[in-house]
């Protein structure tokens, strides 16, 4: 069996999150995307909010599973019983710093490998960030970036005058 993670903040989550997830589903028979919990950024949402949205996100991919998690990726995929770390890339500069990532990870542990996949063209430009600023510039006029469930809890945020 071929089990996998994918780990990120998912702050929030958007749809070339979800397109590699939904390709990353297809390669590998078991996927956990790992919502990293880092003291040290200030996320929008809670990590229990990111995981919410995260699962209703990937509720039609059976194969794939939501969980946190803290301290290095390569531990947490060793943990799981995962021999694969999926990583997305976006644009070239992104390739950079995964490569050095994917290599810091392989010496930690050589039975774990990295899988990149390239983000689909209409995505390539998206990043949480984005969606964010757009979100708090724009108000409600998100909804070519992220589903309708995740577009809701933005809209929350907005109204609450948390964005």
Not at 81 to 90: K, M, S, T, V
Not at 98 to 116: G, S, V, Y
Not at 119 to 141: C, D, F, M, Q, W
């Amino acid at each position: 069996m071929i089990k996998a993670i994918y780990p990120g903040s998912f702050d929030p989550v958007t749809l070339g999150h979800i397109d590699i997830i939904r390709r990353a589903s297809r390669a590998v028979d078991n996927l956990i995307i790992g919502v990293l919990i880092n003291r040290d950024k200030h996320p929008l949402f809670t990590v229990e909010e990111r995981v919410d949205m995260l699962r209703e996100s990937t509720r039609e991919f059976p194969n794939v599973t939501v969980e946190t998690f803290t301290g290095r990726t390569v531990d947490f995929a060793r943990d799981r019983g995962a021999n694969i770390i999926i990583r997305g890339l976006r644009a070239v500069t992104d390739f950079e710093v995964e490569m050095q990532m994917a290599q810091t990870n392989r010496i930690l542990d050589p039975n774990i490998d990295t899988m990149f996949f390239t983000t689909s063209p209409r995505y390539a430009y998206l990043s949480s960030t984005i969606v964010k600023e757009v979100a708090h510039y724009e108000g409600t006029n998100i909804n070519k970036f992220v589903n309708p469930y995740v577009a809701a809890r933005l809209r929350e945020k907005l109204s609450q005058g948390q964005l």
